[in-house]
């Protein structure tokens, strides 16, 4: 039977790694194992991370690589989003559960796009990440924007460059700051 990774030996594998990857596994015990972020990828999350705050989220709610728990049917998984926004400032820990998590989003990279945009999307969807949003790398940056509809599964709501995005008010897509 293969060994299964569980989240504080994840937590210490991602603490351990002097090269910047980042391990995640799947509520099936997948594990995962990510190139680091580039420079362009780092670019993105920061203007997104600015356009939050600058609207008036708490930093200590929109948050930038931080560790969630995915439950699963016999253990739970651990997923590193690019950022995510909550509705109160989360619990101290390395592997947060999602109450009070409003938003994850996802910025593709290479190698990424179907993690991104099929696993990790039903992930977040079953359970029960309310609003999920993937930024793809092409010219414009393209947002898409998924909203959790029946409790299991996402509609996608919105797909925008990345720029018009920026150009709105968050309020306009998460509600107001709290």
Not at 14 to 32: K, Q, V
Not at 49 to 70: D, S
Request: aromatic fraction near 8%.
């Amino acid at each position: 039977m293969p060994a299964v990774v569980g989240l504080d030996d994840l937590a210490a594998m991602n603490a351990a790694d002097t090269h910047g990857r980042r391990y995640e596994t799947s509520p099936e015990g997948i594990l995962f194992v990510l190139p680091p972020p580039d420079s362009e990828h780092a670019i993105i999350a920061s203007r997104l991370f600015a356009w939050l705050i600058q609207a008036g989220w708490p930093p200590e709610q929109v948050l930038q690589a931080t560790g969630i728990r995915i439950p699963g049917p016999e253990v739970d998984g651990g997923r590193v989003p690019d950022l995510t926004v909550w509705r109160v400032r989360p619990p101290q820990g390395v592997w947060l559960p999602v109450t009070d998590l409003l938003l994850v989003i996802e910025i593709i990279s290479a190698g990424s796009s179907s993690i991104d945009a099929v696993t990790k999307r039903d992930e977040y969807a079953a359970a029960g990440v309310p609003r999920y949003w993937v930024v793809d790398r092409d010219s414009a940056n393209t947002v898409t924007k998924y909203t959790l509809t029946d409790g299991k599964a996402y509609e996608r709501t919105a797909q925008m460059p990345l720029a018009w995005l920026l150009n709105t008010e968050p309020a306009t897509h998460l509600g107001p700051a709290r």
